[in-house]
């Protein structure tokens, strides 16, 4: 029943319990064993050392609790109507607590804990300036600040807003019933580990050097000034990361169930444990190197060289990708990277069921390999060419193989390895320039629309036939009937090989070069201003619909040709001819 209007100090060689109506401002005092103030209309302080043998509780009724020479050895409870703000010379273990706005806890020489519900109506800093933060009992309404020399661990009953934090080793946070995210930077020295159990994750001040743990009911999004390597997680919907002067990696499986976006603003990207639901984005100041079970791409933008992994199923795209380097797709599955904004700037390298791949301008293939279907397209919005440096394959039976370009293929090493090959399109942009594919191919049936040239050598027979192109899983199709070609056509079969005519062909100069004659079956039409003949063989050219202006031929052996129109013949050098217009 004190009325006390000083100070007070409190000697006592067991417990000491005071009330005072107004203030209480604690003097130099030493209790041997509890302590408990009470001040019913202000604040309780301190002026001078209180050393405490055993627990401690302030309760501010109507005011506040500012008490920075504490020495106490047990537990500490406080009670405020406004805020509390308390320093310990050595650990402090926080009892039952209900603080009415910001607390304040110090801890100079250990750890600080708690032990039961620590109830805060504003923010809360926590520091232990010489240990570590262990509070799984927190009920902290505003942002929570932790600095400790050691580890940090905080589970609050909601949201969880970290302001300035600097933890020497390891943070791990929780939040039970709503989001984590950050107002200021959280510097963290080890791991840090995230947890929203009902909500979600978005801290974007993060300075965090060991890897990151993050669990999320909801979505999560984190940006570290340095480098990001994923521990195990599980985020609900979207992941977000982003790292921005090191690396992102992860160390072990990083569930997601909507989409995820990694990016490496000035390093590389390297993650072969993610699974998500929905689609994947890479930005990668240097290189990229991803491995999933399944790889649907968002918007990927990626400096280096790319390598995408897909051990289970396909390599889809939702948006575009770019690639200032190479690019390397592999699949169990397919590859249908057929968006026209697509930009590879490096040489491409593919292995799928099907590859189908659309650049936006210029591409340039490596060594592609498929099992059914190979559609490759350059200049798909920008004028563009199509260069293969290597080896074009389908193994089955009836492999197809596509070639669409607006300025021409050029073939430069490798051969194309196909059941059926089919250049150009319907539509202009799909086949103009000119398609040079002039090494030892090993094409079966062809088929071409191209607006400009094509030049095809064959180190098999050369059958020109009707094809349709249909991809099972990426969804091209195209329909291409003989060769439709507007300025020349050069078909060359090597090795003791024929060419055989079983669609129409037609342009404005036709070169025919086989080492074992060429036939044509019935109404598979000639239609040239110029058309030359040479190699060795029997070449019957005998469909009465042909029509060519001009005729030469230098063959070793047989010519038999119907024209019907009248046909100037310019040179024949032939064993036999016939020739009739």
């Given at each position: 029943q004190l009325d006390v209007m000083g100070s007070i100090g409190l000697i006592a060689a067991t417990s000491a319990t005071v009330v005072n109506t107004t203030a209480v401002d604690l003097i130099a005092s030493n209790v041997g064993t509890d302590l408990n103030v009470t001040a019913t209309t202000g604040d309780i302080t301190d002026s001078d050392t209180v050393t405490v043998g055993g627990e401690t509780s302030f309760n501010a009724i109507a005011g506040s609790i500012d008490t920075d020479q504490l020495n106490v050895t047990g537990p500490i409870g406080l009670n405020a109507s406004g805020s509390a703000s308390i320093v310990n010379t050595t650990a402090v273990d926080l009892n039952a607590s209900n603080v009415g706005t910001d607390l304040n806890v110090t801890a100079t020489t250990g750890d600080v804990t708690d032990n039961a519900a620590v109830i805060v109506g504003g923010d809360a800093c926590f520091e232990s300036i010489a240990g570590g933060i262990d509070l799984d009992q927190l009920d902290v309404m505003g942002s929570i600040g932790l600095i400790a020399a050691t580890s940090a661990t905080v589970v609050n009953t909601t949201a969880v807003d970290l302001k300035a934090s600097n933890v020497g080793t390891d943070l791990d946070v929780t939040a039970t019933t709503g989001d984590i995210t950050d107002s200021d930077t959280v510097t963290v020295g080890g791991e840090t580990s995230f947890n929203a159990i009902a909500g979600s994750i978005d801290t974007d001040q993060l300075d965090v050097t060991g890897a990151i743990g993050l669990d999320a009911f909801g979505s999560a999004s984190i940006v570290n000034t340095t480098a990001v390597d994923l521990n195990a997680s599980n985020v609900g919907t979207d992941l977000n990361v982003t790292a921005t002067t090191g690396d992102v990696t992860d160390n072990a499986a990083v569930n997601v169930g909507g989409d995820a976006c990694v990016e490496a603003t000035a390093d590389s990207i390297i993650l072969d444990q993610v699974i998500a639901g929905g689609s994947i984005g890479l930005i990668a100041g240097q290189d990229a190197t991803f491995t999933a079970d399944a790889i649907d791409f968002k918007t990927t933008n990626v400096s280096g060289n790319l390598v995408a992994t897909a051990t289970v199923g396909n390599i889809t795209q939702l948006q575009t990708v770019t690639v200032d380097g190479t690019s390397s797709f592999s699949a169990i599955g397919s590859i249908c990277l057929t968006d026209p904004g697509n930009d590879f700037d490096g040489?491409?390298?593919?292995?799928?069921?099907?590859?189908?791949?659309?650049?936006?301008?210029?591409?340039?293939?490596?060594?592609?390999?498929?099992?059914?279907?190979?559609?490759?397209?350059?200049?798909?919005?920008?004028?563009?060419?199509?260069?293969?440096?290597?080896?074009?394959?389908?193994?089955?039976?009836?492999?197809?193989?596509?070639?669409?370009?607006?300025?021409?293929?050029?073939?430069?090493?490798?051969?194309?390895?196909?059941?059926?090959?089919?250049?150009?399109?319907?539509?202009?942009?799909?086949?103009?320039?000119?398609?040079?594919?002039?090494?030892?191919?090993?094409?079966?049936?062809?088929?071409?629309?191209?607006?400009?040239?094509?030049?095809?050598?064959?180190?098999?027979?050369?059958?020109?036939d009707s094809l349709s192109y249909s991809s099972a899983t990426c969804g091209t199709t195209e329909a291409i009937a003989g060769l439709d070609v507007l300025t020349k056509i050069r078909l060359r079969a090597q090795g003791g090989n024929a060419i055989t005519l079983n669609q129409s062909i037609s342009s404005d100069t036709i070169f025919l070069e086989s080492t074992n004659g060429v036939t044509q079956a019935a109404m598979a039409t000639i239609t040239a201003t110029n058309l030359m003949l040479s190699g060795t063989g029997i070449f019957d050219l005998n469909d009465a619909t042909n029509n060519v202006e001009n005729l030469a031929a230098a063959i070793v052996g047989d010519l038999d040709y119907f024209n019907n129109d009248d046909v100037a013949v310019a040179q024949l050098d032939c064993d036999g001819v016939t020739v009739c217009g």
């Open positions: 040489a491409v390298t593919a292995t799928g069921v099907e590859v189908e791949i659309v650049d936006r301008d210029d591409l340039t293939t490596a060594v592609i390999t498929a099992t059914d279907n190979i559609f490759l397209r350059s200049g798909a919005t920008d004028t563009g060419g199509l260069t293969l440096t290597g080896n074009l394959t389908t193994t089955a039976v009836a492999g197809q193989t596509l070639l669409q370009s607006d300025d021409g293929v050029l073939q430069t090493g490798g051969i194309i390895s196909t059941a059926q090959l089919l250049l150009g399109g319907n539509s202009a942009d799909e086949g103009s320039g000119s398609f040079e594919l002039t090494q030892s191919n090993l094409v079966g049936l062809l088929a071409a629309d191209v607006d400009g040239a094509i030049d095809v050598v064959n180190a098999t027979a050369i059958v020109v």
